[in-house]
Each structure stands twice: as C-alpha cells, then as structure tokens.
C-alpha cells in the first residue's frame, strides 16, 4: 500500500533536549532525518510545546538551533501532550494529503507515546523512529522506568500494537524510506 508521509518532530526545544536521555544523538538522529525528508520533498511539520517552564518566546521554548524550522515549513504549536488537540495539526496533513506520520521527538512516554497514539485514530498510518524518540534523563531508583529501558519498552508495545485499518511499523532511522504524495499518482 501507498502512503505519502510526514515528518513529525515532536518537542525538540531547548528546554526539553537540556534534559533529555542521548539528547545528541537523538537530534543527530532527528537531523539527519529531517534532511532525508527534506531531499525527497517529504514535508517536515515541527510542533512546538508551550506553557509553564516554556513560555513562548523563551530559551527554552525555542527549537534547538540543529533542527529549527526552514522557511515555509509547518510548525505547530500545542499546549497538551496531544499534538493535534486543539491544533491545527489534522488540518496541514490532510491539506497535503498525507496518509502516514513519522513519529520522532520528546518525551518518550507523554507526548510522543499520546501524539503516535492520536495519529492512528486520526486514520494515519504510523512509523514510530526506534531511535528518534527519547525522555528525560533521571534516576534508576524510583518510580520511572530508566529511560533507556522505557525507550524499549515504548519500542516494544509499538511493535504489538495492533489498530484496525492501520500500519504501525517500529524502526530505526536507517531503515526509514519516504514516500512523497505526488508518487502516489503515477502508474
């Protein structure tokens, strides 16, 4: 089956990457998707958190320098973990007639996991990047998961994920191919 695809970069601000488990890996990782995307005329759609601790305008709330928006790319910005809550994130998929999401971003467990999860009940096919995907950096005692462990884990039930009508594939950055909307069209 045929899909025309999208880059979602999820979270990638100062704030959250001065925090974040691998944090230059995955920006590497992010980076080096965003110009594949970029190359095959795959729209790249950055969505941006805002609230407290990333008030708009600030250091924080800004998108790291590696992986800042070109000119003429969407950027979304939200205010839940959600990424299409109460944004216009449906509506510049559907306007390019994208029919799947590359998933990639911060933070493992609350936006990526709800915005992936999301996707698929907006009807969209999912890729969630193995690799591109990470969570904040904290201590192996405690409540949370290590977050390499919980990186896993996501990876994992992704994996399992089962969703009627839709694709879900788990993969790491390396494996990832785009599929551009006006391939769709040819024979």
């Known amino acids: 089956m045929s899909h025309a695809s999208a880059l979602l970069v999820i979270d990638m601000q100062n704030g959250p990457v001065a ?8 920006v590497a990782v992010i980076a080096g998707l965003r110009e594949r995307a970029t190359a095959a005329g795959i729209p790249v759609v950055t ?28 950027v979304v910005h939200k205010s839940s973990p959600d990424s299409f809550l109460g944004t216009d994130l449906d509506t510049v998929l559907k306007a ?28 969209y096919d999912l890729v969630l990047v193995a690799d591109g995907h990470t969570t904040s950096v904290r201590p192996d005692s405690g409540e949370y998961a290590a977050p390499g462990r919980s990186i896993a884990h996501h990876n994992e039930i992704f994996r399992h994920l089962g969703f009627p ?5 788990v993969l790491p950055a390396s494996e990832v191919t785009f599929a551009a909307a006006e391939e769709l069209d040819s024979p």
Do not use: K
């Open 165 to 169: 009508g839709r694709s879900i594939r």
């Open 96 to 123: 390019r007639g994208i029919t799947e999401v590359i998933v990639t971003g911060f933070a493992t467990e609350i936006c990526v996991d709800t915005t992936a999860r999301q996707a698929l009940s907006h009807e």
């Open 19 to 26: 925090i974040a488990h691998r944090a230059a890996e995955t």
């Open 47 to 74: 969505i941006q958190d805002r609230g407290a601790g990333l008030e708009a305008g600030t250091e924080g709330w800004r998108i790291v320098p590696e992986l800042a928006p070109a000119a003429g790319e969407s």
